[in-house]
């Protein structure tokens, strides 16, 4: 049976949350052609599904789209940053994430994902900062543990990096991203290396990576 037309953007979020991506656009292009609902979700939620299909200028198209209709959507800044991170245009998603953040100021996805964006400019105690109010917010999630890991160990904070590695094993981290075994023997060099750091400046020490 049809859908009625009226339900283009629900029928296209049922497939959306299943991971068909593709039918999803089918009809949130349906609801946005007949102008039906809210085409700023509907752009939105079309623009995540282009992304998960890597077509990322689609996407970014929609987000903007998404963002003239409605400028205060936290969600499409959220998204359009991720696009400019993954581009490495990495001014320009800390701007959209820090639209993101006037908007909603919990929005714990925008700090972690400023985060990213930090590491890689090397602005690492603004990464941190913001790694920990990212775990603050929801302290459930995994990858701001592995994050925070990451970085303590670029600035040799061996304790904590163990920590956070150790933790972020423990959620069930390295079973999900299948490196496990990877970071235990990570853990074992830090390990080494904290011990080490007693009588070598840590400056001396090698840096321990996945």
Known sequence: ???PISSYF???MVFFEQGQYEQAIDL???AVRLSLGDLAETHLYRGISYAYLEAY???MTDFNNALR???YIADAYNERGNLYRLS???ELAIDDYNAVLVIDTNHY???YNRALAYEKLGEYTLAVQDLNRSIKLNPELIAPYEARARINTELKLYGDAIADYTHFLEMG????YDNHSDVQSLIIALRINHFLSKFIPPRFLPTARL
Not at 173 to 176: C, E, L, P, R
């Open 109 to 111: 996805a925008a700090y």
């Open 1 to 3: 049976m049809t859908a």
């Open 69 to 71: 209709k409605n400028p």
């Open 57 to 59: 200028d689609k996407a």
């Open 10 to 12: 629900d029928e296209g």
């Open 173 to 176: 981290g390295g079973d999900a």
């Open 28 to 30: 949130f292009t349906k």
């Open 88 to 90: 490495e245009e990495y």
